[in-house]
């Protein structure tokens, strides 16, 4: 049995008002008030000053491995450009502070927010070969480039690091089933896309996440309709609201909770979701989940996983 630990979420000091960053970045009151009203966002997770990225990863990663150690380091994110990778040595300065000297280091990059969730299952079929422990960290310094950070009319991306254990054996709260993932490859522009590109970015994303969804259910021997919940990329309400109905579920089995106050972190979401849903109560043994991610370019990615009993 191959499944995840429970996840490690760890965050800055600092919520800052969505339309303060919405202000700075030069979007307009048309947008800002649709971030507000239809989307639901109103803070997201910013580094304070001496507050750095490469300390929330590490907390994560402390805390996710508990005891343990692993033997393998994989980090996935967005942004190719972080302040911590451009001091050098940041690799070698993680393995150190996790106390793990030996472990190899990978980053997974250039999918964008699907780069998690690809990462966990990357450590199964690594694990499938190789029995052990791997430590999966995701997080991203939003705040960097505010350019980047706003997807226009769909997100605002914040500064939040996860950490979770994939293993099997003893230990293990989420199970793991089934996984799928997608691409479509006409929209590699990104924010580059024209306006039309842009239209029919947002309609294929709602079609092609809730298709995602569907094959990892198959994966998993399930229909999407008979999983419990569904821990989403956290991009804004309306999107979800459209995915339920395509997919066929019932849209409180969408944990959209953390949406108003943390809103977007790359592609650390669906762990996060997962991890607030558990930690409130939320989740029982033997829920069937699927956490799902998207992201620029076309990217789509869903694990499903099953809640084990680990009192």
Known sequence: MTGLSRVAVRLPRRLEPVQDILVRAGRDAMERKMFARIHGLRTSPTLAPGERMEDLLV???????GDGGAGLILYGHTMLTQEFGLAGGFGDRLRERLGLPG????????????????AVTLAQRHLARRP???LVLGGDHGSIDERSRVIPGMAVGGDAAVGVVVHSGPGVRYRILGAA???DARFHANLRMTPDEASLF?????????ATIGRAAADAGLRAEELDWVLPHL???????????RAGIAKDRICLDLIPEYGHNFGGDALMALEHADRTGRLRPGDRCALVSLAQGAYFQ??????????
């Open 59 to 65: 907390a994560a990663g402390r805390t996710a491995l």
């Open 302 to 311: 869903a694990v499903i996983v099953e809640v084990e009993d680990d009192s």
């Open 181 to 183: 993932n997608g691409r």
């Open 132 to 134: 052990g422990r791997v």
């Open 235 to 245: 991009s804004n309400r309306m999107f979800w609201g459209m995915v339920a109905k």
């Open 202 to 210: 947002s309609k294929v994303c709602c079609e092609e996440t809730a």
């Open 103 to 118: 472990a190899s280091f990978f980053g997974l990059s250039h999918i964008n927010c699907t780069s998690v969730l690809r």
